[in-house]
Nanobody, 122 residues
Framework: QVQLVESGGGSVQAGGSLRLSCAAS????????MGWFRQTPGKERQFVAI???????DYGDSVKGRFTISRDNAKNTIYLQMNSLKPEDTAVYYC????????????????WGQGTQVTVSS
């Protein structure tokens, strides 16, 4: 069974930091690309960051230099360290796994976590 469980969201002032976690089942985590997306009301899910085999990573332009994705293979968990947060980072953040095709596009993911709210106030 595919399971993704996010945690770590919350409210913070601009300039602050938060760390999101996404714990996956072993089958979901093993050698699979995993990513973070975010969504605001009325908009499509936006690519935030991704990590895949070989510890490769990539980031959306709006978060480069501020966010860091990492993975702990012993815990089947990925993280998103978010620094220098801005009000425009406010969104529901989702963890996703096992894309088919283009890893940067949310429609190509079938497995999603429940989402965690991040609110950044000015």
């Amino acid at each position: 069974q595919v399971q993704l469980v996010e945690s770590g969201g919350g409210s913070v002032q601009a300039g602050g930091s938060l760390r999101l976690s996404c714990a996956a089942s072993a089958r979901t985590y093993n050698n699979n690309p995993m990513g973070w997306f975010r969504q605001t009301p009325g908009k499509e899910r936006q690519f935030v960051a991704i990590t895949w085999t070989g510890d490769y990573t990539d980031y959306g332009d709006s978060v480069k230099g501020r966010f860091t994705i990492s993975r702990d293979n012993a815990k089947n968990t990925i993280y998103l360290q978010m620094n220098s947060l801005k009000p425009e980072d406010t969104a529901v953040y989702y963890c996703a796994a096992r894309p088919v095709g283009n890893m940067w596009r949310s429609p190509n993911y079938s497995y999603w976590g429940q989402g965690t709210q991040v609110t950044v106030s000015s």
